[in-house]
């Protein structure tokens, strides 16, 4: 499956933006798939997961109550809607599949290219 990650910028603080992640060449739905993020100078780290249902929602601490995957298996889309944006957001976003339901990096077969979220104060 390839993935395609798109919807970064550049928001204000408090600001809002929704990230796609579009699939190709295979069902999406056939994967759990993640968000991760890399801030500069950082390593890549786990933001939110979604099982292949759609009813099974994982994030990280600090995005909790601000973020929020969904799924359109319909389309072959996986979405990341981020409220409350805050500077510390700032980060390359990457999208990734999965076999398996987990935060682990290493888990995850297929990654997108990544796209670009600038937060500024």
């Known amino acids: 499956v390839q993935l395609q990650a798109f919807g970064g910028g550049l928001v204000q603080a408090g600001g809002s933006l929704r990230l796609s992640c579009a699939a190709s060449?295979?069902?999406?739905?056939?994967?759990?798939v993640g968000w991760f993020r890399q801030a500069p100078g950082k390593e890549r780290r786990f933001v939110a997961g979604?099982?292949?249902?759609?009813?099974?929602?994982s994030y990280t601490d600090s995005v909790k109550g601000r973020f929020t995957i969904s799924r359109d298996n319909a389309n072959n889309t996986v979405y990341l809607r981020m409220n409350s944006l805050k500077p510390e957001d700032t980060a390359v976003y990457y999208c990734?599949?999965?076999?398996?339901?987990?935060?682990?990096?290493?888990?995850?077969?297929?990654w997108g290219q990544g796209t670009l979220v600038t937060v500024s104060s």
């Open positions: 990734a599949a999965s076999q398996f339901y987990s935060g682990s990096q290493d888990q995850y077969d297929y």
């Open positions: 060449g295979r069902d999406l739905s056939s994967y759990n």
């Open positions: 979604i099982n292949r249902s759609g009813y099974s929602r």
